[in-house]
């Protein structure tokens, strides 16, 4: 069939190939042919479409062919299922509609070549080829929508020329073997498998790998000129992905193996965003202007090498986190930490030099989960809006990091405060806390603080070496101090204490609160033991003997130490009575009545069993 005038079929049935092998049923279309029909073909509706080569002449206005197909069936589409549709538009400025109407599947056994600049309004669905065999051709896809694509089915489009997605989109697997442009509001979308693109990408609102679908991409490219990289479950490989421009960021939630250099935006998004790039390295922060943002979603960073100098910037949320799994990242003091609410998790030496802010409507969390370092350097600058928990095996302030603001530094494990810091802000102590440096229980320090609040579950470390100034650790609080818990006494070197030495470990402005309620954990040297004297404004050591029957030891004997002896070393109980304070037997030689001895131990124990459930609730 020739079509040399516009023409149009209004029937029920159009059969335009007969049946027979492409090659055979050849039509050429130099005017446009509109077919309204009830359905295309007779043999088998439900499984037969158009087996045959159609050649669409389109040469513009000046020479006068403007050759078109335009198919409308009531069940909106209808299959070419072999053969060819060749598109030829001479006039390369301008963009020739050669399909239009219902959905077209284009089968697997089935090929459009677009010779110049072609355009198909209806919507493909393409198992077959699309080849755009010109560097100067194009062939547009401006059928569908954004919510209801064009489908790459396992298809392939290629060519020297490029594919153009226009106010549409294309969605699915296959492979595009040609440079591919959308038009700023178009979408491109892996799903369903792989689809892989090996030419440019460009001008698009979104590239979306959906929860089945992987993007692999061959050539680097950036967003600033692709568009949003979306991720909604899937996955994104193959070549170096640029996110350069803050409004076009990766975000979303699902997996990046391919290598990333973010001078943008890196955004997780409703769940977890894992950023691997399998066994290269990711440039976090770009030129310095990186960002990272957990606001909506977790992020997990992994690096094949250590990342020295982060220098961008940090953003998480209440109920999230950013983990950096497995390499070191260390913050510089141009980096910005912003945690308002969330958790920034780390398992390997980490390193901060950076502005830390907390803020938000809850407490932030920073963790590290190894036994590394977690360092707030001598450069970092804490601003708390909100309290900072800092859990990590061995974490350390050092004595030039600078704090403020009206909430409060936590301690969940183990903390050090480098000597020299000034601490101006609230200090509160769930755990273990020592003075000096980094290396536990192997130094000095005098610190700081505006306050002090240790708990039942705390342990302040105080280190000796020797009775001079900076021979031992000391602790001046500026306000109250609250304390509970337990004070370890720890011996350095090869001093050795004699009776009736004497420290200040601890001066407060306002005073103690709770200190009787301070366990002692100290050694026993030469018998020879601490005592804790508890002052106004002070916590004073003094050396003194030490009593078989203070089996803490902790300088006093008390219901616990008749506890103990009770279980294990019965023999040692009227000892025990001799030496506790306030016994009836202290002072004088004689022995109760049996009666009056069973009661008075059993009303002490009482006591003691009381005293110890009051201080655990």
Same mark, same amino acid.
């Given at each position: 069939m020739r079509v040399d005038a516009e023409t149009t079929l209004n029937v029920a049935i159009v059969d335009l190939d007969n049946g027979v092998s492409p090659g055979v049923n050849s039509h050429v279309l130099n005017a446009p042919l509109v077919v309204?029909?009830?359905?295309?073909?007779?043999?088998?509706?439900?499984v037969d479409g158009f087996d045959g080569?159609?050649?669409?002449?389109?040469?513009?206005?000046?020479?006068?062919?403007?050759?078109?197909?335009?198919?409308?069936?009531?069940?909106?589409?209808?299959?070419?299922?072999?053969?060819?549709?060749?598109?030829?538009?001479?006039?390369?400025?301008?963009?020739? =509609?050669?399909?239009?109407?219902?959905?077209?599947?284009?089968?697997?056994?089935?090929?459009?070549?677009?010779?110049?600049?072609?355009?198909?309004?209806a919507r493909l669905d393409i198992q077959g080829t699309i080849t755009v065999p010109d560097s100067d051709d194009s062939f547009t896809l401006s059928g569908g929508s954004p919510a209801t694509?064009?489908?790459?089915?396992?298809?392939?489009?290629?060519?020297?020329g490029e594919l153009v997605v226009s106010n549409s989109a294309l969605s699915g697997n296959g492979t595009i073997d040609a440079d591919i442009d959308g038009s700023f509001s178009s979408r491109l979308v892996a799903d369903n498998g792989t689809l892989e693109v090996n030419g440019s990408i460009d001008d698009f609102l979104e590239i979306e790998a959906t929860n089945d679908g992987v993007l692999d991409v061959a050539l680097n490219w950036a967003t600033g000129d692709a568009g949003d990289v979306v991720l909604t479950g899937g996955e994104v490989t193959g070549a170096t992905i640029h996110s350069n421009f803050?409004?076009?960021?990766?975000?979303?939630?699902?997996?990046?193996?391919?290598?990333?250099?973010?001078?943008?935006?890196?955004?997780?998004?409703?769940?977890?965003?894992?950023?691997?790039?399998?066994? =290269?390295?990711?440039?976090?922060?770009?030129?310095?202007?990186?960002?990272?943002?957990?606001?909506?979603?977790?992020?997990?960073?992994?690096?094949?090498?250590?990342?020295?100098?982060?220098?961008?910037?940090?953003?998480?949320?209440?109920?999230?986190?950013? %983990?950096?799994?497995?390499?070191?990242?260390?913050?510089?003091?141009?980096?910005?930490l912003e945690l308002n609410g969330g958790t920034y998790r780390t398992n390997d030496l980490t390193s901060l030099d950076a502005s830390i802010t907390t803020g938000g409507s809850g407490p932030s969390t920073i963790q590290n989960d190894s036994s590394s370092l977690l360092v707030f350097g001598n450069n970092s600058t804490i601003t708390l809006n909100q309290n900072l928990h800092i859990d990590a095996f061995n974490a350390v302030i050092r004595s030039g990091a600078t704090t403020s603001g009206v909430s409060a530094v936590v301690n969940d494990r183990h903390l050090t405060l480098s000597d020299g810091l000034g601490l101006p802000v609230a200090l509160a102590n769930n755990s273990l806390l020592d003075v000096g440096s980094e290396d536990v229980d192997s130094s000095l320090g005098t610190v700081d603080l505006d306050s002090l609040t240790q708990t039942a579950?705390?342990?302040?470390?105080?280190?000796?070496?020797? &009775?001079?100034?900076?021979?031992?650790?000391?602790?001046?609080?500026?306000?109250?101090?609250? &304390?509970?818990?337990?004070?370890?006494?720890?011996?350095?070197?090869? %001093?050795?204490?004699?009776?009736?030495?004497?420290?200040?470990?601890?001066? =407060?402005?306002?005073?103690?609160?709770?200190?009787?309620?301070?366990?002692?954990?100290?050694?026993?040297?030469?018998?020879? =033991?601490?005592d804790l004297i508890v002052n106004a404004q002070s916590l004073v050591l003094e050396v003194i003997e030490a009593l078989d029957t203070d089996t803490e030891p902790d300088g006093d004997v008390d219901g616990t130490d008749f506890l103990f002896l009770q279980r294990n070393n019965p023999a040692l109980i009227p000892q025990w009575e001799l030496d506790y304070p306030g016994s009836p037997l202290t002072g004088s030689q004689a022995v109760p009545e049996p009666v009056a001895s069973i009661l008075y131990l059993s009303a002490l124990l009482l006591f003691s069993c009381f005293r110890q459930t009051a201080r655990a609730q």
């Open positions: 309204n029909a009830d359905a295309i073909d007779t043999l088998n509706p439900v080569d159609i050649e669409i002449n389109n040469n513009g206005p000046i020479i006068g062919d403007l050759g078109a197909l335009t198919v409308n069936v009531p069940s909106g589409s209808w299959r070419f299922d072999s053969g060819t549709i060749t598109a030829n538009n001479s006039s390369r400025t301008l963009t020739a =509609t050669v399909l239009d109407g219902s959905d077209i599947s284009v089968g697997a056994s089935a090929e459009i070549v677009s010779n110049g600049n072609t355009e198909s309004a694509p064009n489908q790459l089915q396992g298809g392939m489009i290629m060519g020297d803050l409004l076009n960021p990766i975000r979303g939630h699902g997996l990046v193996t391919a290598r990333v250099v973010n001078d943008g935006s890196i955004r997780a998004e409703g769940g977890t965003l894992v950023l691997d790039p399998s066994g =290269t390295a990711n440039d976090w922060d770009g030129a310095g202007n990186g960002r990272l943002h957990a606001t909506s979603g977790d992020m997990i960073l992994r690096n094949f090498l250590t990342f020295a100098s982060f220098e961008g910037r940090i953003v998480v949320a209440a109920g999230h986190e950013v %983990f950096v799994d497995g390499f070191r990242l260390s913050h510089s003091n141009d980096a910005l579950m705390g342990d302040l470390t105080i280190d000796i070496l020797g &009775l001079g100034s900076g021979q031992f650790d000391l602790l001046m609080v500026n306000n109250n101090a609250v &304390l509970d818990g337990t004070l370890s006494v720890n011996l350095l070197g090869s %001093f050795t204490p004699v009776l009736g030495n004497q420290w200040t470990i601890l001066t =407060t402005s306002l005073g103690l609160i709770d200190a009787d309620d301070l366990m002692l954990d100290a050694p026993v040297v030469n018998d020879l =033991t601490f």
